[in-house]
T-cell receptor
Framework: ETGVTQSPTHLIKTRGQQVTLRCSSQSGHNTVSWYQQALGQGPQFIFQYYREEENGRGNFPPRFSGLQFPNYSSELNVNALELDDSALYLC????????????FGPGTRLTVT | EDQVTQSPEALRLQEGESSSLNCSYTVSGLRGLFWYRQDPGKGPEFLFTLYSAGEEKEKERLKATLTKKESFLHITAPKPEDSATYLCAVKSPGANNLFFGTGTRLTVIP
């Protein structure tokens, strides 16, 4: 158990809609990253938050946005959903004073129809 | 640009048949090479971090090694419960993220 939880487990949305995915990190883990994992692929970095500010972003458009809250929870928001957004979305956390390893949650499976 | 290539894509082993998975990487100034295990539909589970060439780490039937160009995950006498996808990732200087390969899907047959 990593202590990282995500909700919901599964979600089905229609193209053009908006979605919010949630993550709760371990206490003290003040760095959270979000990844997108398409079927048969490795996770791809979306962005990272540290102390409630975005401090790194991968090759994803601005319709992917996030928030981090003081209670170690965070959100990933995706606007104007496209079919290619169907994937497993993973949240990973670490303590900034710890090692570089990230601890992943179980993921949210998003299907866009 | 960082690159991570894992081979083979898929591997089937008989229970007890030892083997190795390969992770070749290209990154300037490696700041860590990471191995994760992922079961279907679940999040990756952290296994090892290696930082410098020559480093080795072990956990139960798994042993990870690192050279300047690649890492190996050795599986000794695997059991069916070792069946999973094994992911390799690297961290480069100044990056906040891990850069993942596409994984090796391991199946251990009883």
């Amino acid at each position: 158990e990593t202590g990282v939880t995500q909700s919901p487990t599964h979600l089905i949305k229609t193209r053009g809609q908006q979605v919010t995915l949630r993550c709760s990190s371990q206490s003290g883990h003040n760095t959270v990253s979000w990844y997108q994992q398409a079927l048969g692929q490795g996770p791809q970095f979306i962005f990272q938050y540290y102390r409630e500010e975005e401090n790194g972003r991968g090759n994803f458009p601005p319709r992917f946005s996030g928030l981090q809250f003081p209670n170690y929870s965070s959100e990933l928001n995706v606007n104007a959903l496209e079919l290619d957004d169907s994937a497993l979305y993973l949240c990973a956390s670490r303590h900034s004073a710890g090692g570089s390893e990230q601890y992943f949650g179980p993921g949210t499976r998003l299907t866009v129809t | 640009e960082d690159q991570v290539t894992q081979s083979p894509e898929a591997l089937r082993l008989q229970e007890g048949e030892s083997s190795s998975l390969n992770c070749s990487y290209t990154v300037s100034g490696l700041r860590g090479l990471f191995w994760y295990r992922q079961d279907p539909g679940k999040g990756p589970e952290f296994l090892f971090t290696l930082y410098s060439a020559g480093e080795e780490k072990e956990k139960e039937r798994l042993k990870a090694t690192l050279t300047k160009k690649e890492s190996f995950l050795h599986i000794t006498a695997p059991k069916p419960e070792d069946s999973a996808t094994y992911l390799c990732a690297v961290k480069s200087p100044g990056a906040n993220n891990l850069f993942f390969g596409t994984g090796t899907r391991l199946t251990v047959i009883p």
